[in-house]
């Protein structure tokens, strides 16, 4: 079973909008929680990350909220933009285990003009 | 240009004929590793290197083998495709392993096994 449940999988926004994505954990030993971005036929990109020591971590127009009772955390993406358009996935990983990420199953972003 | 090179970009092969996709880095990182990406189950880790001859199970390592003789590089290896292994695979690498070292990923092999 998937560790990390990332919804939705897809997603329709207007240009300006607000894009929010949310995942879902169920080890508690994770304690690193990053955002990948990934345009078509690229590898995907460290976006954001964010440690469980703090509830919100904004860079620009990205923002994750962490919700450690819930074990949840969501991207939010503010004026949202037609280059925002891409695949978005939130990943995981326990103390020490630095890069050996459990990745959720993904989110096709797609910002209309 | 720092990058992570994979070869070759698309392979169509039959089941049973065995392949060898590249990875290589020019970064001097320490950590590398492969995924595979599957529609709905997004990236799972293949196997990992913290360093040369170095190497350690992920997630779902069945059916395939690596090797890290050099630094830069780490090969990914199907003994014997089977057409479950038909996905898009990405090589990764890391200055560290630690989460300070954020993940740099090739642009993927889109691998097909009939």
């Known amino acids: 079973q998937q560790q990390v449940k990332q919804s939705p999988q897809s997603l329709i926004v207007q240009k300006g909008g607000i894009s929010i994505i949310n995942c879902a954990y169920e080890?508690?030993?994770?304690?690193?929680f990053p955002w990948y971005q990934q345009f078509p036929g690229k590898g995907p990109a460290l976006l954001i990350a964010?440690?469980?020591?703090?509830s919100e971590k904004k860079e620009g127009r990205f923002t994750i909220s962490f919700n450690k009772s819930a074990k949840q955390f969501s991207l939010h993406i503010m004026d949202s933009q037609p280059g925002d358009s891409a695949t978005y996935f939130c990943?995981?990983?326990?103390?020490?285990?630095?890069?050996?990420?459990?990745f959720g199953g993904g989110t096709r972003l797609m910002v209309k003009p | 240009e720092a990058q992570v090179t994979q070869n070759p970009r698309y392979l169509i092969t039959v089941t049973g004929k065995k392949l060898t996709v590249t990875c290589s880095q020019n970064?001097?990182?320490?950590?590398m590793s492969w995924y595979r990406q599957d529609p709905g189950l997004g990236l799972r880790q293949i196997y990992y290197?913290?360093?040369?001859?170095?190497?350690d199970k992920g997630d779902v390592p069945e059916g395939y083998k690596v090797s890290r003789k050099e630094k830069r590089n780490f090969p990914l290896i199907l003994e014997s495709p089977s057409p479950n292994q038909t996905s898009l695979y990405f090589c990764?690498?890391?200055?560290?392993?630690?989460?300070?070292?954020?993940?740099?990923f090739g642009n993927g092999t889109r691998l097909t096994v009939t």
């Open positions: 290197s913290m360093n040369v001859e170095v190497t």
């Open positions: 990764a690498s890391s200055l560290r392993s630690g989460f300070n070292s954020p993940l740099h």
């Open positions: 970064m001097n990182h320490e950590y």
């Open positions: 080890n508690t030993a994770f304690d690193y």
């Open positions: 964010i440690r469980p020591d703090v």
């Open positions: 990943a995981a990983s326990r103390r020490n285990a630095g890069n050996m990420l459990t």
